[in-house]
């Protein structure tokens, strides 16, 4: 009975839907947190007529936040994963969805979608290859740049990327958005994840004129962060403990 009344506030009450399905954003006022506390960064930067693009929609949880703030600007959300794009597209209305994923090139390529049971594990799908036990969907790509300049875009505030692994190649589709119109990004980059020497992403970025930053847990403002660190951030036993685990990094424009 549950099941079918959340089925029902999905299709003709999706404002209370997403009320319910959001709730673990509640955790970011205790300290104790259910969700990604730089979600509360969001608040500190966008603006009633910011930009922002997500990159990595997933399930809404980023365009959620940005969307209590953002009421004359635009939200952008690219998801190659079209059984998301599904999903949320009826929950953001206001929001341009793009079911595409962000690369180094604009073309085609293969999304890797875990297997779990019987079913697909849809919220950890990659571009990168996972090995066996997934099922491989082509899909399109695009730098963002191509999209930049297709839809006309001048400005950009926030960009977030969360690609599982695939953040390299999407930043390498970045140049000129880096060089002009310089937005911060927040880059979800994992050392289990990556196929590449990690400090290669940050020199990357940096020499576009960006610092790099991460979120701290309990001051809950930025502070500056060294690739030194990331062993320290990312030890093992704090996997899936949002209060100690730090994969989401902040790049500033100097």
Known sequence: M?????????????ALYKKRYYK?????????????????????????????VDIGTNKGIYLYQAEK????????GFEPNQSLVDYIKPLFPKVKLFPLAVSSNTGTSVLHIPKKGNGLQDTR????EMGEGVEKIEIRTITLDDWAKQENITKIDLVKIDVEGHEFDSIKGCEQILKTLKPIFIIEIELRHANYPIHEIFDFITGFGYDVFYFDRKTLYLKPFEVSQMAEFQKDEYLNDFNKYINNFIFIPR
Do not use: M
């Open 2 to 14: 549950l099941n079918i009344l959340i089925r029902w506030a999905y299709r003709y009450w999706p």
């Open 24 to 52: 673990t954003l509640g955790s970011l006022t205790t300290g104790n947190y259910k969700c990604e506390p730089e979600l509360l960064y969001i608040h500190q930067v966008l603006k009633d007529d910011s930009v922002f």
């Open 69 to 76: 703030v953002i009421q004359n600007g635009a939200i952008f």
């Open 125 to 128: 799908a990659s571009l990168e």
